[in-house]
């Protein structure tokens, strides 16, 4: 009786951890698509407006660098 009911939860638990599995893979695989779109975009529109992306890159620079602290 007890042999039953341990195979019987092992069995539940096998199919349980195969579902989060095969959904982890699913998450993992649309965010990866998802990931991979918004860099072509990225890169289009930075090759396609080179000037306004280096602007963007020294603003942000410059407001990194304002906002760390500095050790003198």
Do not use: E, F
Request: charged share 20%; glycine share 8%.
């Amino acid at each position: 009786m007890k042999s039953h009911a341990r195979d019987t939860m092992l069995s539940a638990a096998s199919s349980q951890a195969k579902h989060l599995m095969d959904a982890g893979a699913d998450a993992y695989s649309a965010a990866a698509k998802q990931t991979k779109a918004a860099g072509k975009q990225v890169d289009r529109y930075v090759r396609d407006n080179p000037w306004v992306a280096i602007g963007a890159a020294a603003g942000l620079g410059v407001l990194i660098g304002w906002l760390l602290p500095r050790n003198r």
